[in-house]
């Protein structure tokens, strides 16, 4: 018997109307930016932000700041994201303070 299998595939559409999102990643990494291409297999992040935290040997208090992506060795402008990667997409309230912070950096507020 011979058939040709067709891989089912799931079209999905974010739409988020604020300038910044948080993409969620299946490895626990989340991620500040401008998403574009959401429903395409590998959506595209840019001006995108992280949270780093470190932790005070000796109070034991943790610190955490918003680090603006790019300032690794290869200098990325941008990340193209794997869908099959992506847990959650939520968009970034205006008001909030991660939008607070970006815009600050923006403004060079550090």
Request: overall charge positive; hydrophobic content about 35%.
């Amino acid at each position: 018997m011979k058939g040709t299998f067709l891989k089912k595939q799931i079209v999905w559409f974010v739409e988020i109307t604020t300038p910044y999102s948080a993409v969620l990643l299946d490895t626990g990494q989340l991620y500040y930016g401008k998403l574009t291409k959401a429903g395409s297999s590998f959506p595209e992040l840019t001006d995108v932000y992280y949270i780093q935290s470190s932790v005070n040997q000796e109070t034991k208090a943790v610190a955490s700041v918003l680090v603006r992506r790019g300032n690794e060795w290869h200098g990325p402008d941008r990340m193209f994201l794997n869908q099959r990667h992506i847990v959650l997409i939520e968009p970034v309230g205006t008001n909030s303070k991660v939008a607070q912070l970006i815009e600050d950096d923006k403004k060079g507020k550090h």
